[in-house]
């Protein structure tokens, strides 16, 4: 057992705690043994940072859902489990929808986790959704950009990076990990975020324009 798992079973942060069923035990398990130290405690830092959100904004959410979506949101980072052609969230969507599925979760709820995975880059709108995909993408901005950072208290922000270190680099960290899981399909970055890492990372880089998409379509006018 590693201290990452000892900590995730252990972590109890303002009343919040990682789902002890059989589900997320397997999930854990999962995504420890398939994702670098550096992703499974980011992913394990999103969970709580969005489970603690959801807490503050009155939200009811289904933890162990919040915690799928979680733990399986950068898992399209991983080669294993990236694809040639599709954006790197709606991988992670994929894997997530095909591990629930194995497990008996409903459409609904897998539906719910998939579209949290699919958006949680997409800022403006998953706050507007279910608090399932509303509060990953919280997780992630708070880790990732310190999005509503002053809303945590130092003790809970203290408690969850204490169970779930960042490396001493983290910021470099994750955007390397970011271009090294989406280096090879830079066509998926159109529209998203992610086309500043590429832009960040390769100088040689050119991102699509939508306006100049509109200008050569096969439309006339």
């Known amino acids: 057992m590693t201290l990452s798992t000892q900590a995730s079973q252990a972590a109890v942060i303002s009343g919040i705690r990682v789902p002890d069923g059989k589900l997320a035990g397997e999930i854990t398990e999962f995504i420890r043994d398939t994702e670098?130290?550096?992703?499974?405690?980011h992913s394990s830092r999103v969970y709580y940072f969005g489970a603690l959100a959801g807490g503050r904004r009155g939200l009811k959410f289904d933890a162990e859902l919040l915690y799928a979506g979680a733990?399986?949101?950068?898992?399209?980072?991983?080669?294993a489990y990236s694809s040639k052609a599709d954006r790197f969230e709606v991988d992670g969507a994929n894997a997530a929808r095909?591990?629930?599925?194995?497990?008996?979760i409903s459409r609904e709820d897998i539906d719910n986790v998939w579209t949290a995975i699919a958006l949680h880059t997409t800022p403006g709108i998953p706050q507007?959704?279910?608090?399932?995909?509303?509060?990953?993408?919280?997780?992630?901005?708070?880790?990732v950009l310190g999005i509503d950072y002053t809303s945590f208290t130092d003790a809970d922000r203290n408690a969850v990076v204490q169970a779930f270190p960042r490396t001493a680099h983290f910021k470099e960290d994750i955007l390397q990990a970011f271009y090294n899981g989406i280096k090879h399909k830079p066509e998926t970055t159109f529209g998203n975020v992610k086309a500043d890492v590429l832009?960040?990372?390769?100088?040689?880089?050119?991102?699509?324009?939508?306006c100049t998409v509109i200008r050569n379509s096969s439309w006339g006018g």
């Open 71 to 79: 733990m399986f949101h950068d898992i399209g980072l991983v080669p």
């Open 98 to 104: 095909d591990f629930l599925r194995r497990h008996g």
């Open 36 to 41: 670098s130290s550096l992703l499974f405690n």
């Open 199 to 210: 832009a960040d990372k390769d100088p040689g880089f050119r991102r699509a324009n939508f």
């Open 128 to 143: 507007y959704m279910h608090p399932v995909v509303a509060l990953l993408t919280a997780g992630v901005e708070m880790d």
